[in-house]
């Protein structure tokens, strides 16, 4: 049988989960909470495997209350079940360690088979969650230019040749292509067209008037 945490701010909600749950002889619901810092006190208390947990609570939200859990080393696996699906919901709350992230449209078995999963420590995303994730992944580093970087580019953008941007700059014919295997790096690129490109639609570089 697997311990259950309910957390939601709205007690509808939580009536409803724990009612489903309850008939469900796979399961136990040991208790509630309506935000992030009661259910940190709560699974303290209670040690439940698995935390069914909302992002968007007063007092302190779910991710909040993830980090804090793994931070005072309680063991319970934390699946997210909410309404929302951005990048700054999602992201933030797989990063602070949950094991899952449902959204609330997921149907009685898909839930039931999610905390099943989650008790055995596997992953578990909805389809588009997966997607979500999967687009971040491909996604080029988002690590900012330095300003030795952003000169050499400027330099390259203009026309001119590595050894021209060297001996504008004062540095190794070298020096610039290592530069530029750092800008390409972290543009996402793999040659200097792409990057003066990337460089322009990402606010770097400006057009010359």
Do not use: C, W
């Not at 909302?54 to 997210?80: Q, T």
């Not at 543009?187 to 010359?208: E, H, M, Q």
């Amino acid at each position: 049988m697997i311990g259950l945490l309910i957390v939601d701010d709205h007690p509808v909600v939580r009536d409803g989960l724990r009612g489903m749950f309850s008939a469900d002889p796979r399961f136990e619901v040991l208790g509630e909470a309506g935000d992030g810092a009661e259910a940190v006190a709560v699974a303290e208390r209670l040690r439940p495997d698995v935390i069914l947990m909302d992002l968007r609570m007063p007092r302190a939200d779910g991710v909040s209350a993830i980090k804090e859990l793994a931070r005072r080393g309680v063991p319970a696996r934390v699946l997210v079940l909410t309404t929302y699906d951005t990048d700054s919901d999602v992201l933030p709350a797989v990063e602070a360690g949950a094991t899952g992230y449902l959204l609330k449209d997921a149907t009685r078995e898909e839930l039931f088979h999610a905390v099943e999963a989650a008790a055995r420590g596997q992953a578990v995303l909805s389809p588009a969650v997966a997607t979500r994730l999967m687009g971040q992944m491909r996604q080029p580093a988002s690590e900012p230019l330095s300003q030795r970087e952003l000169e050499v580019l400027e330099l390259i953008a203009r026309g001119s040749t590595n050894r021209e941007a060297a001996k504008a700059l004062f540095i190794s014919e070298a020096t610039v292509k290592t530069h530029l295997l750092h800008v390409y790096a972290k543009l996402g690129v793999n040659d200097r067209a792409a990057a003066v490109a990337a460089a322009f639609s990402r606010g770097y570089l400006s057009p010359r008037h």
